[in-house]
C-alpha cells in the first residue's frame, strides 16, 4: 500500500478525496480536494473513480483511507493513503 504525508502531497499529484463528514471538510478544507464519505465512495467508487488516474485518499484518523486504499488497490486503482500527520 503506497502511503504519504500530507506535507508531501502536491494537487498536482492527483486528486485529493477526503472521507471526513461534510462538517469536518468544511473546517479543514484543502486546495483542489473533494468530499466525499467512506461509504458513499465505497458504495459509488465505479461512478467516482477513473482506472489509470492518481487519487491520495485522506481521513481524520487513518482507519478509512487505509480500508479504502486496500479495497480499491485489489480492484485495480491507482490509490495512495494520506496520512495526516504533519511530522
Given at each position: 500500500?503506497?502511503?504519504i504525508s500530507i506535507?508531501?502531497?502536491?494537487?498536482?499529484?492527483?486528486?485529493?478525496i477526503d472521507l471526513s463528514d461534510p462538517i469536518t471538510y468544511e473546517k479543514r478544507k484543502r486546495p483542489g480536494s473533494i468530499n466525499l464519505t467512506y461509504d458513499?465512495?465505497?458504495l459509488h467508487y465505479q461512478t467516482f473513480l477513473k482506472k489509470g488516474e492518481p487519487y491520495f485518499i485522506l481521513c481524520t484518523?487513518?482507519?478509512h483511507?487505509?480500508?479504502?486504499?486496500?479495497?480499491?488497490?485489489?480492484?485495480?486503482?491507482n490509490v495512495t493513503q494520506v496520512s495526516m500527520e504533519e511530522d
Open positions: 500500500m503506497k502511503r506535507r508531501d502531497y502536491h494537487e498536482s499529484m492527483g486528486t485529493l458513499k465512495l465505497m484518523k487513518g482507519i483511507s487505509k480500508r479504502a486504499v486496500a479495497i480499491l488497490e485489489y480492484y485495480g486503482y
